[in-house]
């Protein structure tokens, strides 16, 4: 019994990017409760009767591979093209085919659409084709398959999804390159094993996220490099008798090339599965730094606050005021993990070529797209929105007990000549006795360091000094503001970089 999903796209698209999946799921479900499983236009003569209901709703990716629908548009587009230049189809053919997928496209942009609920999206718009310019849309299927169709599709998806994170990830880099450079000279404990371990620039931790951020930016501009073969072409798996231009359809999508063998390009999900790598790296990334600001902005740290605009409160605990953004991008990273481990799982020892496991590639993509998107959004938005506390950094720096000098004066002793394990043992001797006092070290008197070693003089002072220790780490990769002002240099060229790559 033939169906029809009307208007659906106006709330499923936004700007091009899929809204909300669950809508078009959860009236694809109803429509199949109701027995309205399509026309499954897919099966052949060869069979005497129609699937089971069960087996066809089971079968059905419908309702999640609806935001194909636009890259699957442009792909017919260019394969109609080709199939007049070519003479497969009659130039007439040809331009009536444009033209029918063309008025489909500026529907599903303007969310007015009414799709017949198909088996798949590739047959559900070429079901609204047929209804708009009748048999002839029959002829658009000639020389391909939905195996090496959905396969392009995904390509296009994917070169699309990662150019959208690379976006988001150069507004979250800028926004740290800033915030470092206004806080370039706060003063922060830096934690080993969460222990307070040596003075740092606030700046320098934040750069250290600059520095992992950029990488994962690189990522996905390396699954956008290695996506841009054409798969078009492959046909089901062995290509097509009919004498097609793939080079044509590839320069119509904008790709580099094509794919060089077509079991390969039907069966492979290499590009996706490098995909969701990438963005279980970044969420892995976006973990961590919102664990940090989770415990920055405890009162047990009190290094920073956020706005009202990135809080929330408590059911019952009026003076709560919860992290929960940075809460979900860190719960979010099993989401991640999850979604490539799940798509690891598909393909692992499939046969080629095509199989229908493949089908469970669309949700992991899709969920690990918004996933990540949505996080370094949201991430940019906390540190935007995020109020520094210089005193409060300072004050745990220079903490009584907390000895975070107590590598400087073991480097003053190896300066002077004395081998850096037995300074090591030394400074570790002097910092029971201070912890007896209740005192630095920077309080002990010369009377104490000369019981200590005699190689230690008045200059030790200078040594001791939470400012002075940190500009002495001025090499490349330091934390002195010399070294951290050119990191913010560099990563402010790359920023550059990658957007003069997306234009």
Same mark, same amino acid.
């Given at each position: 019994m033939p169906g029809c999903i009307a208007g659906l796209f106006a709330c499923v698209y936004r700007d091009g990017e899929v809204h909300t999946i669950e809508a078009w799921y959860n009236i694809a479900m109803k429509q199949y409760k109701h027995g309205m499983t399509g026309t499954h236009k897919a099966r052949s003569g060869v069979f005497d009767e129609g699937a089971h209901d069960l087996l066809a709703q089971v079968n059905s990716s419908l309702a999640i591979d609806s935001f194909l629908a636009r890259y699957d548009l442009l792909g017919s587009i260019a394969h109609a093209k080709m199939l007049g230049k070519t003479g497969i189809v009659s130039a007439k053919d040809s331009a009536k085919l444009v033209k029918g997928l063309n008025s489909i496209l500026k529907d599903l942009d303007a969310g007015t659409l009414e799709l017949p609920a198909e088996e798949d999206i590739?047959?559900?718009?070429?079901?609204?084709?047929?209804? /708009? %310019?009748?048999?002839?849309?029959?002829?658009?299927? +000639?020389?391909?398959? !939905?195996?090496?169709?959905?396969?392009?599709?995904m390509q296009l998806f994917i070169i699309d999804a990662s150019g959208k994170i690379v976006e988001e990830i150069g507004d979250l880099l800028e926004t740290l390159a800033r915030r470092a450079q206004k806080h370039i000279a706060t003063v922060m404990p830096a934690y080993t094993h969460l222990q307070r371990a040596q003075p740092v620039l606030f700046s320098h931790h934040l750069m250290a996220y600059a520095f992992m951020f950029e990488r994962d930016a690189a990522r996905f501009e390396s699954v956008r490099k290695n996506a841009r073969k054409c798969p078009l072409g492959a046909g089901a798996c062995t290509g097509t008798t009919f004498p097609i231009d793939r080079e044509f359809v590839a320069r119509e999508l904008g790709f580099d090339s094509v794919t060089e063998n077509s079991l390969d390009a039907v069966s492979s999900r290499d590009s996706h599965l490098e995909f969701l790598f990438a963005a279980s790296v970044l969420q892995t990334h976006l973990s961590r730094l919102a664990e940090e600001l989770i415990l920055w902005s405890s009162h047990?740290?009190?290094?920073? /606050?956020? @706005?009202?605009? +990135?809080?929330?409160?408590? @059911? %019952?605990?009026?003076?709560? !005021?919860?992290?929960?953004?940075?809460?979900? %991008?860190?719960?979010?990273?099993?989401?991640?993990?999850?979604?490539?481990?799940?798509?690891?799982?598909? +393909?692992?020892?499939?046969?080629?070529?095509?199989?229908?496991?493949?089908?469970?590639?669309?949700?992991?993509?899709? @969920?690990?797209?918004?996933t990540a998107k949505d996080s370094a959004k949201l991430m940019t938005l906390m540190l935007e929105e995020m109020t520094i506390d210089d005193v409060a950094m300072r004050k745990a720096t220079e903490a009584p007990g907390s000895f975070l000098l107590a590598t400087e004066l073991a480097d003053y002793l190896a300066s002077k000549g004395m081998a850096f394990r037995e300074a090591h043992h030394l400074v570790g001797e002097a910092v029971k006795e201070a912890t007896l006092l209740g005192v630095g070290l920077e309080n002990f008197t010369p009377e104490d360091f000369a019981r200590l070693s005699s190689l230690i003089e008045g200059d030790v002072y200078s040594w001791l000094n939470v400012d002075n220790a940190i500009e002495r780490r001025s090499v490349p990769g330091g934390t002195s503001k010399s070294s951290v002002r050119a990191q913010i240099r560099t990563i402010r060229r790359r920023i550059n970089a990658l957007r003069k790559t997306r234009n």
């Open positions: 590739h047959m559900a718009m070429e079901a609204a084709l047929s209804d /708009r %310019i009748g048999a002839v849309a029959g002829k658009l299927h +000639v020389a391909r398959s !939905r195996n090496d169709q959905v396969a392009l599709d047990e740290f009190g290094f920073v /606050r956020f @706005s009202d605009k +990135v809080t929330t409160g408590s @059911s %019952i605990m009026p003076q709560k !005021r919860n992290l929960d953004g940075a809460e979900l %991008i860190r719960g979010k990273a099993g989401r991640a993990a999850g979604n490539l481990m799940s798509l690891l799982t598909a +393909v692992k020892g499939l046969p080629m070529a095509y199989n229908k496991d493949l089908q469970e590639d669309k949700e992991p993509l899709l @969920s690990g797209y918004r």
